[in-house]
């Protein structure tokens, strides 16, 4: 089966870090662009940042820019992204999808969506 699974969500105080992950199964990560997107309660979905499948190049929304960092190793066929100085303003469920690059967000994500990881910035 083709899917896209996130992990690494949780609760964290402001200023914490925490690492997700998106591991792919039925298919190589590698031929993919991945961006990573959040979704807050009453709010749109969007994209905060996307990995290159040919150069590496990576993407960041001015919201992350700074303090998000995402990488990618092939081996193991996962996606991650690094948050740092986390601000209650980030609560979100978390998604990783194929299919992301240079242009705009809202041309992010194609065919493939993981289910969502919960993020919870709170004192």
């Known amino acids: 089966q083709v899917q896209l699974v996130e992990s690494g969500g949780g609760l964290v105080q402001p200023g914490g870090s925490l690492r997700l992950s998106c591991a792919a199964s039925g298919f190589s990560l590698d031929d993919y662009a991945i961006g990573w997107f959040r979704q807050a309660p009453g709010k749109e979905r969007e994209g905060v940042s996307c990995?290159?499948?040919?150069?590496?190049?990576?993407y960041y929304t001015d919201p992350v820019k700074g303090r998000f960092t995402i990488s990618r190793d092939n081996a193991k066929n996962t996606v991650y992204l690094q948050m740092n100085r986390l601000k209650p303003e980030d609560t979100a469920v978390y998604y990783c999808?194929?299919?992301?690059?240079?242009?705009?967000?809202?041309?992010?994500?194609?065919?493939?969506w993981g289910q969502g990881t919960q993020v919870t910035v709170s004192s």
């Open positions: 990995i290159s499948a040919t150069d590496g190049s990576t």
């Open positions: 999808a194929t299919g992301c690059g240079a242009g705009g967000t809202d041309g992010w994500g194609d065919d493939y």
